[in-house]
């Protein structure tokens, strides 16, 4: 009876004084975590989407809405709408996609005006590095910049798919397609 | 003090985690492409073994022998997060480019056999000692096998271009296989090395 009692109190006091270790450092660490998001994001806004002025946060619409697919493979996480002055020119969607290893999030921008995909930038990723992590390239993402909604966007037709990143490229193709339905969707309505 | 020294220096070359006992090669397969990574890897991995081997040596007295590797395994996996958090924080980019390899830094089979075999062993400032050569050993042979691989891979050091813009970039240097490769003629050179200083 007794060792188990030194060895449970061993054990409960070790596992205690690690999760007030950890949430000491958490509690330091949080704000600028949350911080450099938020700045990254705004940073981010600015800059693939240059033209615009201000940026406005909408609510999505319920996935009912239309009928795009959404699900482990792409998911619609946040939607801002691009102004100049008063006038619309644009939005900027946050997506999500099922990459090689893990979930990508990415900003694209399309402009309204122009019917264009401005660009656009990925936030995160879990992708090999040194392979699926090419995605963050600028060889890889100027395919994208000024492209006309119009395009295919198919991989190995428009797209240069990144060699040895099959599965990479097509989240990010996967991810402009999910837009570009929910665009068309909203137009029809 | 010469104590001291005798295993910082073990860490480093008699028994170097990666060349001589074979440990911790995942993620010096995964994370060398670029050297970037690998110094930090390294920076990262060595501050996890240092913080966890002393922390494991100091209390090898009390800790029960039926928990000792639950203790070890929630020891490594604090330290290990506030690795991760702290680069969150402080360092978005790097942490960005580390990515899944630093929470794994948990299952880095070096830390886990430092902890067992030698820090609930022996006192700490040699325990600290031996982390030290360990995680100093793992950072020069990861970066190594960067170095190779980012120049052949990329044509670039820590992402500053070397070779001509012309040179396309050898995709077997930036696939596993090459730091495969680069591992075992590593090996082949330090045992030549040392068989010959035997000799």
């Known amino acids: 009876m007794k060792p188990m009692i030194k060895i449970t109190f061993t054990l409960a006091i070790v596992c205690t004084l690690a999760a007030a270790g950890l949430a000491a450092v958490n509690q330091v660490t949080q704000k600028a975590i949350k911080e450099n998001s938020q700045k990254e994001l705004q940073e981010s806004l600015v800059k693939i989407f240059p033209a615009a002025e201000h940026f406005e946060s909408v609510s999505l619409p319920t996935p009912s809405a239309g009928n795009l697919k959404e699900g482990k493979d792409f998911s619609l996480l946040e939607l801002y709408q691009a102004k100049q002055g008063d006038t619309k020119i644009g939005y ?21 005006q122009d019917q264009k995909m401005m660009g656009m930038k990925i936030l995160e990723h879990q992708e090999t590095p040194g392979l699926g992590s090419e995605i963050t390239s600028s060889r890889f993402l100027n395919q994208f910049l000024e492209k006309p909604l119009t395009d295919p966007y198919q991989l190995n037709q428009d797209i240069q798919a990144l060699s040895g990143a099959t599965i990479s490229s097509k989240a990010i193709v996967r991810a402009c397609q999910g837009v570009l339905t929910f665009l068309k969707e909203g137009a029809n309505q | 003090m010469n104590q001291f020294w005798y295993y910082f220096k073990n860490g480093i070359i008699n028994e170097n985690p990666v060349l001589r006992l074979m440990v911790g090669i995942c993620s010096v397969l995964a994370v060398s492409v670029k050297v970037e990574n690998c110094l930090a890897m390294g920076a990262a991995v ?57 929470p794994l830094i948990v299952v880095n089979c070096i830390i886990m056999a430092r902890a067992e075999a030698f820090a609930s062993r022996k006192p700490v400032l040699i325990s600290i000692a031996d982390a030290l050569g360990m995680g100093i050993g793992y950072t020069l042979v990861i970066t190594a096998i960067g170095v190779v691989r980012e120049l052949f891979g990329y044509g670039s050091i820590l992402s500053f271009p070397l070779l001509p813009k012309t040179y396309k970039g050898m995709m077997f240097m930036v696939f596993p296989p090459g730091a495969f490769l680069l591992i075992g003629i590593y090996i082949a050179v330090l045992n030549h090395l040392s068989r010959r200083k035997s000799k």
Do not use: H
């Open chain 1, 92 to 112: 900027v969607f946050k997506v999500g996609t099922q990459g090689y290893g893990g979930q990508i999030t990415l900003l694209i921008a399309i402009s309204t």
């Open chain 2, 46 to 102: 060595t501050f996890v073994t240092v913080c966890s081997s002393a922390v494991i040596s100091s209390m090898r007295k009390i800790v029960p022998d039926e928990v000792r590797i639950p203790i070890f395994i929630v020891v490594i996996s604090t330290f290990t997060t506030i690795v991760d958090l702290v680069m969150k924080a402080y360092m978005p980019p790097l942490s960005k480019a580390m990515g899944i390899f630093i």
